[in-house]
C-alpha cells in the first residue's frame, strides 16, 4: 500500500478519501476536485517512477540551470535543468536525447555566478512527455579552474 508524506502531511493514501481542496476565488467547486484528483494522479506516477529507481547513493532535489558539452563530430552543446544530485550522478531534463555512453562536461550554474563543471556518462535516457526527455549521468570527476 502506497503512501505518500510531505513532511507529517499525508498527500496520498489509497484509504484516504478524497476531500476538495478549498475553492479558490473564481474557481468552481468541482474544478477544485478536479484540480485535487489531477494532483493525486500526477504524485502517484511520480513515486511509482521513483520505485523503479536503480541509483544506490542517497539523492537530494537539485534543481539548477545546465549546460552540457560534449563532442560527436564536432562541439554540441545542450542548455538543460538538473532534477537531482547524489555523490554519484545526476539527474537531467533536457528537450534534447543523449546517446547512452556520451561523456559530456556538466556545467551547473552557481548562485553566485560561478559554475562547477562536472564530467560525466550518460548512463540511460527516456523519453518524458512531448518533446522532453529525462536522463540519467554518472559523475566521473570535477574540472578544477
Not at 99 to 124: F, P
Request: hydrophobic letters at 35%; charged letters at 25%; one cysteine or more.
Amino acid at each position: 500500500m502506497v503512501h505518500i508524506y510531505f513532511g507529517r502531511s499525508l498527500l496520498f493514501s489509497p484509504n484516504k478519501p478524497k476531500v476538495a481542496m478549498t475553492p479558490v476565488h473564481g474557481i468552481s467547486h468541482a474544478c477544485s476536485i478536479e484540480l485535487q484528483r489531477a494532483i493525486d494522479d500526477l504524485l502517484q506516477e511520480d513515486y511509482r517512477a521513483k520505485l523503479n529507481e536503480r541509483r544506490d547513493a542517497s539523492r537530494k532535489s537539485f534543481a539548477r540551470p545546465l549546460v552540457i558539452e560534449w563532442k560527436s563530430g564536432t562541439r554540441k552543446e545542450v542548455r538543460a535543468f538538473s532534477r537531482d544530485i547524489s555523490a554519484l550522478g545526476i539527474g537531467v531534463t533536457s528537450n534534447e536525447p543523449f546517446e547512452t555512453g556520451t561523456v559530456a562536461k556538466i556545467r551547473v550554474a552557481g548562485q553566485n555566478g560561478e559554475s562547477a563543471v562536472l564530467v560525466a556518462e550518460c548512463r540511460w535516457c527516456n523519453r518524458y512527455g512531448n518533446d522532453w526527455y529525462t536522463s540519467g549521468w554518472n559523475l566521473l570527476s570535477v574540472e578544477r579552474k
